[in-house]
């Protein structure tokens, strides 16, 4: 392997003097350098051959025996320092103060085609930020990461993506719905690429430690490598050296900016997830990256009927707080945190009051015009808005799936009545039965009005169903698919784990080889553990 090795976070910002790997707190860093822990028999089980090619990697690269030793931990790369970040965060509302890198190790950062990217383990062993854990991962979560990063990719939703998974070889001991009845499962690991791992927890640890040299360091790090157009649009002042007003003030206008960006991609991120039904099931802001990109998939899901009450978190399970409808507010609440933490670079709160109450006033009428392209309305109006309300109650009228039924509109004509609409979609419904009466008459309701609102536009319904095709997918990893990968995998078969990385490559398409995996949730997945709900032990 001939890598392009860069390493600018290790080399340009504060690390931790102490190198003995033990839990602790670690005031005045971004990082511990650790190594990671030595697998006893690890093997390669799946790659994506398209993120290799991204960092530089050759195909012949991933069969050598470096690649496996480097990417199960085995080996360090030559020229490099394996670090865990130090980050804090706030878990399900309440403020947890430092967290960090528990069981994630970042490997290099590399340069390839002029982009940057950091490679980072998950599950490669115990960091001072380990806190009661012990670094470790196991196939089964590594599984569904895997699939995940990627089908997230190709389904157009900025996210981390997958470079490999292997198996360690050891045993790892979890008790998967934390009810005191632990046992050991396989060990993985999963590789991780992104930009970087920089979260808004990264900024909220030196704000809470009123560590404000450190903060306004890693601030300017992170906008001179991953935001450097802002400091190129800010109009240049002549400043004296001892102007120091002036200079703050653009120092400011650098930092306001840097959050406007990372709240516009932070919303155009959640807009996604809604129009896909992707619920991450953990939002705290230690899992919210500064690029708008999906980091840390533990207890993620699709929704299979259409419920915005529905999180895949059974720690969550109570109080809902990651619920899907419930994912804009959450995202506004984390945004406000990472204000928070910068305003000590700031100092004024209207400027920063001023993004967020545009986030509010704007995530609307966005999320309208989003619903419209997936309806197959491309000329939106304010009337609109009624539409997609009224749908939205819709389908929840009786358990109807969301993938397949916005799939199945497209076929819909705009001379069709109401009634041919419904039976059209009607295999998107759980149980059919239930389509009658009141239930029956909402259905025929909002199929007149829209079949009426269809009838406006100049397209023709082939024109109208090219373009829904292209943001209603008709492939999703379901929980039951990703269990059922996870199941063979435990058996040594990883044949359905690589269908379904396939089938997940092209989601919007037809694809008449898996007509099979477009299913409504089978009902023995209802309840079953790992596919109606997951806890975060992974």
């Known amino acids: ?318 109080g809902k707080r990651y619920r899907f409808g419930n994912q804009p507010n959450i995202a506004l609440w984390n945004l406000l945190q990472l204000a928070n933490a910068l305003y000590p670079l700031i100092e004024e709160v209207k400027p920063l009051e001023a993004i967020l109450e545009d986030y509010s006033n704007s995530f609307q009428s966005d999320f309208t015009k989003m619903m419209c392209t997936k309806i197959g309305i491309q000329n939106p109006k304010t009337s609109d808005e009624s539409i997609v309300n009224q749908l939205l109650v819709t389908l929840r009228e009786t358990e109807t799936d969301m993938t397949i039924f916005y799939r199945l509109l497209a076929i819909v004509s705009k001379n069709d009545t109401a009634e041919k609409a419904l039976d059209k979609i009607n295999f998107a419904f759980y149980i059919p039965e239930t389509v009658k009466d009141s239930v029956k008459e909402s259905w025929l309701y909002w199929f007149t009005i829209y079949l009426e609102r269809l009838q406006e536009e100049t397209f023709s319904n082939e024109e109208r169903a090219s373009k829904m095709n292209l943001v209603n997918p008709k492939y999703v990893l379901r929980n039951y698919m990703a269990q059922l990968a996870i199941e063979a995998a435990d058996e040594g078969d990883y044949s359905i784990l690589e269908e379904l990385f396939e089938m997940l490559k092209k989601p919007y398409d037809e694809q008449p080889q898996y007509q099979k995996w477009f299913a409504k949730r089978p009902d023995w997945a209802r309840t079953k553990i790992g596919c109606s709900m997951l806890s975060c032990s992974s």
């Open 1 to 318: 392997m001939n890598l392009n090795i860069q390493n600018r976070f290790i080399s340009e910002l504060p690390s931790d003097p102490n190198t003995i790997n033990e839990v602790r707190q670690v005031p005045g860093a971004c990082f511990s350098f650790v190594i990671p822990k030595v697998p006893s028999n690890p093997k390669v089980i799946h790659v994506s051959k398209d993120v290799a090619s991204l960092v530089g990697l050759s195909s012949e690269d991933l069969s050598s025996t470096e690649f496996l030793e480097v990417f199960s931990g085995k080996k360090i790369y030559e020229n490099t320092q394996p670090f865990a970040m130090n980050y804090a965060g706030h878990q399900f509302g309440n403020w947890a103060g430092q967290l960090g890198d528990g069981r994630a190790i970042n490997l290099f950062e590399v340069e390839h085609n002029n982009q940057f990217y950091t490679l980072q383990l998950k599950g490669a062993g115990k960091t001072p930020y380990s806190r009661r854990g012990d670094g470790l991962a196991v196939l089964r979560s590594s599984i569904r990461e895997h699939l995940c990063s990627e089908a997230m990719y190709h389904l157009g939703v900025p996210s981390t993506r997958s470079l490999a998974l292997l198996e360690t070889g050891d045993q790892v001991l979890r008790d998967v719905l934390y009810d005191g009845h632990p046992d050991y499962e396989k060990g993985a690991i999963v590789c991780r690429v992104a930009p970087s791992f920089i979260r808004f927890g990264s900024f909220e640890l030196f704000s809470a430690q009123n560590d404000i040299e450190n903060l306004k360091k890693l601030t300017d790090f992170t906008i001179k490598h991953y935001f450097p157009h802002l400091e190129s649009q800010i109009e240049p002042v002549e400043i004296d050296k001892n102007d120091f007003d002036k200079l703050s003030l653009t120092n400011k206008q650098k930092y306001l900016d840097f959050f406007q960006e990372v709240t516009t991609t932070t919303k155009n991120l959640i807009l996604h997830w809604q129009r896909v039904g992707f619920v991450h099931g953990v939002m705290n802001t230690d899992n919210m990256s500064i690029h708008g990109i999906t980091i840390d998939y533990g207890p993620y899901g699709w929704m299979d009927d259409f419920n915005p009450n529905w999180t895949p978190n059974t720690t969550d399970a109570e």
